[in-house]
């Protein structure tokens, strides 16, 4: 007969995050950029505190475990207090981007039926305007004090965020039930289709907030000072919101002040260790670093993930501003952290070339996930970092199903995660594509990130994508779409020539377009689908 386990069983409580925090950690500091301009400071007891407060003011507006509460909010305090308030007393916390197309914005409120939305002073506008399109919306909270409070609006009963919470006493106790209790949820981005949403519960966030803290995978301490560039609406800031409260450490806030001016004078300011982004935002902090000739003075270490990072610009940061890119892979179906790029024991004699290469890649599988790769009839692939296939996620904090949709998303129990990529002895899964975005030229795939990646590295090259056009022989082949650097000049040719020896001859872009701006989607990513859309009459010269 098996012997069972005489262990305490404690749910694994979000609240629990944060109990923790202010009791252990309860002095470190929590420093807000406000969108009302100045800078606020608290730390994690006083968070707790005011998230218990919170706890207390949703109650008596009548809301109820289980009800989704929505936020349309920056970095700030405020929005950590409604992360801990809301799935803290059992109802689900439903960041939402404000970058998406108002409708988009509706659409998700009402699939959610958002029982109330917090929303930030400079997000209301959208509110206001959206409100009679949200009918089960019965409560907006305004996140500001009693003097910013909007002085005109057509939603009835406005509420104020600190009127609601410093109402309160805070003699609340933090409820314990199933861990397995929806907490926050998030939608894909819907770039096609309709977004989808992923349900997390208490136990898939605090499992995923153990593992992405490891010295492995982001590597974040007590010892740090992390400041978030990636928003809580981004797959909830990548979990760093529980990850930061489970170490302790400080965190640094910098709410919608997000260009590279901005950011930089922040990291400075509050000393900043340790970062996380999409490439994007870093194309804006490095170039005002460069054009001013900056340095960081504590900037250690950053993740970066949501796109797949050009080593070009993994190079700049570590070579000349000393910074550590972790590169890292996930999406909003995994909470989101699936691999880290980091370097094995074995790696350290090698040359300095030869780990760029490995560190280059999206990394490696943390425990708590599996992978694999199938070809189209769903045979698994060899781990041989040739064969390229579709990859296949289980674990933790993996989705079993979105939100009210019966069909189930799964293959053979593996979530298929629509990218291509290859896995090499080793286990570091490189990304080739979004299977939607591969190049097919003449049935061979190509593979777009491997020709941004080239592009990225001229020094002409402010940002690249690649795409397919339409070819009357081979169907597809490469077009590049390139914003120059301010005031660098390079031809087209030029461009082309610049491919020689780096990837095989026939998958060089036939033609290069220069435009002023690459659209980008509401999560900063490259919007190839209008990209394709824009330049779907492009004549290829090679045509
Ligand atoms: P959306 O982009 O639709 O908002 P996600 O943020 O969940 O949704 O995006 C997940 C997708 O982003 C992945 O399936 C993958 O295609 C892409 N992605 C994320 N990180 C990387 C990376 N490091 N390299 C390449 N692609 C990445």
Redesign the pocket.
Known sequence: MSLMGQMMHMPLMISSLLTHAARHNGDVEIVSKRVEGDMHRTNWAGIEQRSRKLAQALERLGLKTGDRVGTLAWNGYRHLETYYGVSGSGMVCHTINPRLFPQQVAWIVNDAEDKAIFVDLNIFPLVDKLAPMMPSVKHVVVMCGREHMPKESSIPNLLCYEELVEAEDGNYQWPTFDENTAASICY??G?TGNPKGAVYSHRSTVLHAYASAMPDAMSVSSQDTVLPVVPMF??NAWGLPYASAMIGCRLVFPGHHLDGASLYNLFEQEKVTFSAGVPTIWLGLINHAKQNNLKFSTFKRTVI?????PPAMIKTLQDDFGVEVI???????LS?LGTLSRLKAKHADLPKDQKEAILAK?GKGIYGIDMRIVDGDGKVLPWDGKAAGDLEVRGHWVISSYFKMDKSPLHDGWFP???VATIDPDGYMQ?TD?SKDVIKSGGEWISS?DLENVAMAHPAVHEAAAIAAFHPKWDERPLLVVVKKPGAEVTAAELIAFYDGKIPKWQTPDDVVFVDEIPH?A?G?IYKLKLRETFKDHKLPTA
Do not use: F
Not at 305 to 309: D, E, F, Q, V, Y
Not at 327 to 333: C, V
């Open positions: 894909t981005s770039t981004h797959v993930g949501g796109s797949a990072c590169h890292a892979w996930g999406m909003t179906e989101p999206q995660t629509g990218d990304i979004r990130i989607t999560t990513k």
